[in-house]
């Protein structure tokens, strides 16, 4: 019935527009809902995975670091693939991996065999962002950008404020493979959904273009080998003279990379996306803010149950402050910017961010969880002031037929960022660790709290650092972008 329905709709063009337009968007929030789910849940169970399957601090982080790569290294295919085989296909595809990867990862038995399915389910949710996300800019009138990423904002956001809860109670009540069974039917029930809604508009979409398959699979390279040089146990399993080896093949890789995307007639990514001015500035402005959140994210779990002690329902509770806060300010963001531009609100996002690190440098290990909650609360504030605007307007700024590949590109850049902040992460606590305690080789533990808490710090430190950088480019915005 909702299939004859959709049929009928494109057939009567008075019919059509509000209708699909429900439709899907009702289809993409629920997507990216689910697509948020899956990040969050995963990040509150990480210390419990680590235990439960035998592993360290840094060997649970690549479970959510191939998550971030699939979204790296094939968000923009699937940009491109939507734009050119029709977004509705390309989202129904992602929902149905997202289902299969979420049913393996919770059958899983040791932490290769979650890393591997981990990658299953990001390659789901890279064609749930990158065609979502499309399918809602191009259900919205033109103008209406920065509304459009709001709604989008508020929908991942929505996953985050219900995942920490749902997977803390999980954990507790039942077993932490539950977290993924959790994700297994909606997914299915949202495939389902989007193939009966969404088989006519599919065709309609359809473009006759050309796939640049070398350019795919050389950025996907570039992603993983991205992700190699950046990861501590890899540096030290291939030790220092493999990973020169490695850093010059990446290099190699990246001029080849740019000379075929600057030569072949379809790119995968086209390149002169980043001459346009608020597309380049923002690029470069979001990675890094990206990166900032990538390192709290990955550190503020270990702080509040292994150093002050709070079970993982409280903690899934204390996160639901910056989730909430994004949730509620993301479309006012959004609307703001279709009102008065960009730039301001850019600004007052970098600067929330700033004073929210400039918090961890100083928490302790006797710290009253209040600090980190209203560090996260101000992260959350920050993220969505930013964020939102920013990918509303870089988006904008491009042709309408390329905002699938430029939403694309800009997961991309957000999953890199995030992946970068993680790794990041990784290496300033481990150095610091290292030093602090006086012991060369060691891995960081949080049992030894002092020690783990002051090399926290110097992670915050690094965040509030680099965050002069998307200071400095959202003040080169225009003002009225």
Not at 58 to 86: E, F, N
Not at 305 to 310: I, N, P, R, Y
Request: hydrophobic residues 50%; contains cysteine.
């Amino acid at each position: 019935m909702a299939g004859r329905l959709a049929t009928s709709d494109v057939q009567d063009p008075s019919h059509t527009s509000e209708r699909l337009r429900r439709l899907t968007l009702v289809n993409s929030v629920i997507g990216v809902s689910i697509a948020g789910i899956s990040t969050r849940v995963f990040i509150i169970s990480m210390p419990t995975l680590a235990a439960a399957l035998g592993t360290d601090i840094l060997g649970i982080s690549w479970a959510l670091i191939v998550y971030q790569m699939a979204g790296i290294g094939l968000g923009v295919v699937c940009g491109r693939l939507g734009d050119i085989y029709g977004h509705h296909r390309m989202f129904g595809i992602g929902m149905g991996t997202m289902a299969v990867g979420s049913l393996l990862c919770g059958l899983s038995h040791d932490v290769l065999q979650l890393i591997l399915f981990r990658f299953v389910q990001g390659v789901g949710g890279a064609m749930i962002q990158s065609s979502g996300r499309t399918l809602a800019f191009r259900a919205m009138p033109r103008g209406s950008e920065g509304k459009a990423q709001g709604l989008m904002a508020m929908s991942h956001q929505f996953g985050f404020f219900v995942g920490p809860p749902i997977g803390g109670l999980i954990i507790d009540w039942f077993h932490w493979r539950g977290i993924f069974f959790l994700l297994f039917l909606p997914s299915l029930i949202g495939m389902a959904f989007c193939f009966m809604t969404g088989r006519a508009v599919s065709r309609s979409e359809a473009r006759h273009q050309t796939i640049d398959y070398r350019g795919a699979s050389l950025f996907l390279g570039l992603t993983v080998l991205a992700t190699l040089l950046m990861d501590q146990k890899i540096a030290e399993i291939l030790g220092g003279g493999s990973e020169a080896l490695l850093g010059l093949l990446f290099v190699a890789l990246l001029f080849w990379f740019v000379a075929h995307e600057k030569s072949t007639s379809s790119p995968m990514i086209n390149l002169s996306f980043f001459k346009v001015r608020i597309f380049g500035f923002g690029s470069i402005g979001l990675l890094m803010c990206c990166i900032t959140q990538g390192l709290v994210t990955f550190v503020a779990p270990f702080y509040l149950q292994d150093v002050l002690k709070l079970t993982p329902t409280f903690m899934g509770v204390v996160f639901l402050v910056p989730s909430l806060l994004s949730m509620v300010v993301s479309p006012v963001s959004g609307v703001l910017t279709d009102r008065f531009g960009a730039r301001l609100l850019l600004i007052m996002g970098v600067v929330i961010l700033m004073i929210a690190f400039l918090i961890g440098t100083n928490l302790h290990a006797d710290s009253h969880w209040i600090l980190p909650a209203i560090l996260l609360a101000l992260t959350g504030t920050g993220t969505a002031f930013f964020n939102t605007p920013s990918q509303a307007v870089m988006i904008g700024s491009l042709p309408k037929e390329n905002w699938g590949t430029a939403i694309g590109i800009i997961n991309g850049i957000f999953g890199l960022g995030q992946m970068l902040g993680i790794s990041l992460s990784g290496i300033f606590l481990t150095l610091a660790f290292r030093y602090y305690s006086g012991i060369p080789g060691t891995t960081p533990d949080a049992g030894d709290t002092h020690v783990f808490v002051a090399s926290m710090n110097v992670t915050y430190l690094f965040a509030f650092a680099i965050s002069f950088i998307p200071l400095a480019t959202s003040m080169k915005m225009k003002k009225n972008s």
